[in-house]
């Protein structure tokens, strides 16, 4: 059984880091396309950053390149979303997600439907 389950979210005001992580298992790590996603009230789930587990370069959302890093530990099937300087546009629940067997880029920019597994999501609450 596959599962996603995040964790590190929390509140903290503009400036201010988290990471989030987010455990895999139940399917072989390797060769994977994870990547995180966000969802505030009122607005679509949308792309933050997404990562081949089998290498090659990580894409971002224009919204957050050069702010979040993600990055994994391919030893502890985790998946980490570090998130600097943060705003609170960023507000919002981050979803944890996984396409088995696949590439990402064509998957991150067809966006939420590409993905087949979905962690349970953790709140980042931002405050000015």
């Known amino acids: 059984q596959v599962q996603l389950v995040e964790s590190g979210g929390g509140s903290v005001q503009a400036g201010g880091s988290l990471r989030l992580s987010c455990g895999v298992s139940?399917?072989?790590?390797?060769?994977?396309?994870m990547a995180w996603f966000r969802q505030a009230p009122g607005k679509e789930r949308e792309g933050v950053a997404t990562i081949y587990t089998a290498g090659y370069t990580p894409y971002y959302a224009d919204s957050v390149k050069g702010r979040f890093t993600i990055s994994q530990d391919n030893a502890k099937n985790t998946v980490y979303l570090q998130m600097n300087d943060l705003k609170p546009e960023d507000t919002a629940m981050y979803y944890c997600?996984?396409?088995?067997?696949?590439?990402?880029?064509?998957?991150?920019?067809?966006?939420?439907?590409?993905?087949?597994?979905w962690g349970q999501g953790t709140q980042v609450t931002v405050s000015s």
């Open positions: 997600a996984a396409k088995l067997y696949s590439a990402c880029y064509a998957s991150f920019q067809q966006g939420a439907s590409a993905f087949g597994y």
């Open positions: 139940g399917y072989t790590y390797d060769g994977n396309c």
